[in-house]
């Protein structure tokens, strides 16, 4: 009973969460000087026509009311539709351009989840000794070198010089277009990479020392048995909340990789909503990437109590 | 010597360095915004660093971005330690009705993630440096409120607090006398910190081309127009992209050698 209301109450926090990025994001856009109706109609625009629009867009009433609308609407995936270009509809733009930040997204976390454990490991099986100093260095460097520095060398090294992978996304490919993510899919996964190897260790070298590990040592577990079986079950919980943390790392990084290659996907249109004052794609864009990282750590506040029998039971 | 504190000295010196080059180098040769010379002309006595796209002294251009960098850094730190420390305060001692919400909301805050809130606070406002000054300090205060509320809390019940207040201390005159003086040393050491990630926030922004507005140069905006011009001049690449790193690097290795050096607790 009592797992299932604490269930519920993370669940009403994600929503509550939701609500207060929807209307900081409506908010925001109230505040803000300027208009989208003298952008939309020119400088140069008579009184009378800057009224007829403002109706148009619906502008003109109170803001609690657009709101309540913004928030219905939204919540049925319409954004209303781009205030430039053919005008098309906001929610047209997101479908063309989420599936490449989700396919950047879910394979940098992927990634990072498989060299920070694997690394982290290692690092902790061999403490204090050169595994251990290597895997420390690179998740320093990881930490601390930033991603719009490492997009450029990369692209340097193995685009330039050795010719390996192409410089930037085209929207005609003549490779697969692995060959064009893996480099973004690097850059993006560098820093959560780093921020879990030193999680893993940490965790691991604390899961060694304990007794049910020595036990299993006493008893004959195979190494590899121990590590996989014993150690690394245990020392992974915290991992697991941190992946979830690092989702929003990889979000903000995104931007980054995006515009560095040329990706099309949230991040740049983002920034091009930003640079031509294109209020309601920006909005639905930030929504979108908020409601993202909402939802990813809520699914793994959830999952933790199917991982962990301790978490389970202690709520019990 | 340890090699610790040969990181720590070594960051000390690239500090004061980074501080000279953003105080005199702007006007130490060439203006940054003149054209002064043939486009990406090499490294040379005329030109310490060489030149841009634009015939523009890179030397120059480096020098203008360590004062921004500098200026934003250290007003969103200066910023973020006011309302940090103000709302820390308050998370310990106002009563639990003003506490409670106050302080889910910076914890709320503190999950978000900072690039995001920024890029939105700029997207609806404007470019240049007091939005991003702004959407910076915006991001930057909560980290520094919970640091403050778990260091206030338990200084709070320790003997020299609760003898200031015995001996008739007001609480203002308690928290700005005994409590926060004890923290000083921890908060600079976390400042570095946390301006590193400032400093790296504001290039990001600068680098999406919605930071500081060109053609004013931040060290984000040159490394994002030297990947434009890479094919044909990569070693301009090198310049901001090493300043920018070697400083992150000084900013973290200072930052842990202060608290190691000022927090009697972590000796």
Sequence with gaps: MRLARALALRLLFGLLSLVFISFVTFVADELAPGDAVTVLAGEKASQEEKDRLREELGLNRPWPVRYGEFVVRAAQLDFGTSYYGIKEPVSEILKRDLPMTARLALMAIALAALLGVGLGTVAALWENRWPDRLALTLSTLGVTVPNFVLAPLLVYVFSLQLGLVPQVWSPVRTLPDISYLILPVVILSARPAALLTRLTRASMIETLK??????????????????????????????????????????????????AFLLPGIGRETIEAIQQGNTPVLQACILVTGAMFILVNLIVDLLLPILDPRVREAQV | MKARDLFFWAGVGFLGFLVLLAVFGPTFRHHYLDKVGLPFEPPGARFWLGTDELGRDVFARIAYGARVSLTVGLIVQGLALLIGTAVG??????????????????????????????????????????????????????????????????????????????????????????????????????????????????????FLGIGIEAPDPSWGSLIDSARANMNAYPLLLLWPCLILSLSIFALNFVGDGLRERLDPRSR
């Design chain 1, 210 to 259: 304990q007794e049910f590990v020595r036990l299993a040592i006493a008893k004959g577990v195979p190494p590899v048995r121990l590590v996989f079986r014993h150690a690394l079950r245990n020392a992974i919980l915290p991992v697991v909340t941190a992946v979830g943390t690092s989702f929003g790392f990889l979000l903000t990084g995104s931007f980054i990789v995006e515009r």
């Design chain 2, 89 to 206: 305060v308050i998370g310990v001692y106002a009563p639990r009705w003003i506490s409670n919400p106050v302080m889910r909301l910076t914890d709320g805050m503190f999950a978000f993630p900072d690039i995001l809130l920024a890029i939105l606070i700029i997207g609806v406002w404007r470019r240049g440096m007091v939005p991003v000054i702004v959407a910076l300090a915006i991001t930057a205060w909560p980290g520094i409120a919970r640091l403050v509320r778990t260091q206030v809390a338990s200084l709070r019940h320790r003997e020299f607090v609760q003898a200031a207040r015995a001996m008739g201390g007001s609480t203002v005159y308690v928290v700005t006398r005994h409590v926060l003086p004890q923290m000083m040393g921890v908060l600079l050491a976390v400042s570095m910190v946390e301006l590193a990630g400032t400093i790296l926030a504001e290039s990001s922004l600068s």
